[in-house]
């Protein structure tokens, strides 16, 4: 079946930028000139997908607001013949359907997850977590996910290697390789120390999963941090039905660290033509 929605989580507290994110949300912060989670919907919207759920926490408004049309601004931009600001603002409105939901409670990724049950039906669908934003010139990232899934009919978690002391940050993979990309998942594990990880192979934000997740989902207790993991769900799913994990191309950024956060500063600006030569130029004259 194809796969034609996407769930984005979008509902945490965002305390790694505080102060900064104490009024708005930590998908709001912008690389260069959009806000983090545009550049997410974008990646989903240009795998295919036709639909978004974005599950909302506090400060909802803000991402409401920018995914929805601005006809005053709109207006504005029209008197003053400011053309291109107008289609870039205009094209945002017009990316994919965009829905929202609350999660009310911040009870973990496996609950805000659940809050998608009744927009998801009875289809395969995407998660991307906000935190990563993935750049690739090919493919996207989910759209690579997506014909991994078409071409297995299993969820597909999208992963990639990381340090040996980075395991401790992500859901851990432990799964033999059978293709050049393309590994089974075996056992998984949310956050493991370094010593217990079966692997450096890394869930980094981006899955497609088959629906027969919600059942899973409703019967998982609270695990690491006590919270509800969509690890802990995808691992009892592995037990039932096939499942892979997809090591795809592109350079992530974990835009939900500062360290991340200002490496896609850095390396967006550098890709972007109206800046590059004089970003580098400063970049250059800087005495480090
Ligand atoms: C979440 C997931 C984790 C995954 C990570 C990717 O963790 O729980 O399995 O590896 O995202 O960024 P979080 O970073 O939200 O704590």
Known sequence: MKVRKAVIPAAGLGTRFLPATKAIPKEMLPVVDKPTLQYVVEEAVESGIEDILIILGRHKTSIEDHFDRSVELELELQKKEKEDLLKTVR?????????TVRQK?????????LKAER??????????????????????CLKQLIDAYETHDASILG???VPREDVVKYGIVDG????ERLYTVNGLIEKPGVEEAP???????????SP???PVLKKTPPGKGNEIQITDALLTLSEKR????????????????????????????????SLKESFKEYLRSLKL
């Open 199 to 209: 692997s450096n192979v890394a869930v980094l934000g981006r899955y497609v999963i």
């Open 176 to 179: 033999e390789q059978v293709d």
């Open 159 to 161: 992963v990639q290697t």
């Open 119 to 140: 927009f998801v039906g009875d289809e395969p669908f995407a998660v991307l977590l906000g935190d990563d934003v993935v750049y690739h010139e090919g493919d996207p």
């Open 105 to 113: 409670e911040p009870k973990g990724l496996g609950h805000a997850v």
């Open 212 to 214: 027969d997740i919600f």
């Open 242 to 273: 096939s499942m892979y994990a997809y090591d795809f191309k592109g350079r992530r950024y974990d835009v939900g660290d500062k360290q991340g956060f200002l490496q896609a500063t850095v390396e967006f600006a550098l890709r972007d033509p």
């Open 91 to 99: 094209s945002i409105s017009d990316l994919a359907n965009i829905h």
